[in-house]
């Protein structure tokens, strides 16, 4: 009996520490941990993208800019447009009465003849006769009087007085597509005048011959 019972008690022993070996798993390395665990990288892995998307709602909101730095941007561009339009307005006036005086000096090559009828001095068919005049001077417009235009000039030739033929030049839309206004005679060379009424203006209004006064200066070779 007392041999037996010694040898069984190890296995009883045994037997008695398995529900608490049992328990002792469940509470620090048993299946139950290993679900808490589990649980846990679950938790980590749904608020992953709630935490990448905040990430991304942070950098977008950081490159929006305020409402007022839009309007300063707004107010820049504006102040750049209405101070670099009239310039620009300028320099293409400036550049349309140069090259106003470069044609007046080419159409002399090639000037009426001293007491001609000025009802025959037609300039477009001077100009439609001459291939190298052409070519020379690009962008003519013939008109059906007589007259042609270019880069915002209106061209024509008429008599000053008897034995003077003139050649005219002036601005097809005063303020716009030039200001002055020029003539040439072969015995005065150009002259210009400011037209600082804008009087010289369009087709229907070019210095007339009884419009050549002192007003009128000349222009030196070169401009």
């Not at 993208?49 to 929006?64: E, G, I």
């Not at 707004?74 to 307005?89: C, D, E, G, K, S």
């Not at 007491?115 to 059906?144: F, K, Y």
């Not at 009424?197 to 401009?223: K, M, Y």
Request: include cysteine; proline fraction near 7%; aromatic fraction near 4%.
């Amino acid at each position: 009996m007392t041999s037996s019972t010694g040898s069984g008690s190890p296995l009883l022993q045994v037997s008695a520490l398995q529900p608490s070996v049992l328990q002792g798993a469940m509470m620090h390395g048993g299946v139950p941990h290993v679900a808490m665990a589990s649980g846990a990288a679950s938790r980590d892995a749904v608020d992953l993208p709630a935490s990448s998307t905040a990430t991304a709602s942070d950098r977008t909101s950081a490159r929006r800019l305020p409402l007022v730095d839009y309007l300063t941007i707004l107010a820049i561009v504006v102040v750049v447009v209405v101070v670099t339009l009239p310039r620009l307005r300028g320099f293409a006036v400036r550049e349309n009465e140069t090259d106003a005086i470069h044609m007046l000096r080419a159409l002399a090559m090639q000037p009426a003849q001293a007491g001609r009828d000025p009802t025959g001095n037609d300039l477009a068919q001077l100009v439609a006769r001459d291939s190298a005049l052409r070519h020379r001077l690009e962008d003519i417009e013939c008109l059906d009087d007589g007259s042609v235009r270019r880069h915002g000039y209106l061209f024509d030739v008429t008599m000053l007085r008897p034995g003077e033929p003139m050649l005219r030049a002036w601005p097809w839309n005063h303020g716009q597509t030039g200001k002055d206004a020029f003539v040439w005679t072969p015995q005065r060379g150009i002259l210009w005048n400011a037209n600082a009424d804008g009087r010289f203006s369009g087709p229907e209004n070019p210095p007339a011959a009884a419009d050549i006064g002192a007003q009128w200066a000349r222009i030196p070779v070169r401009r």
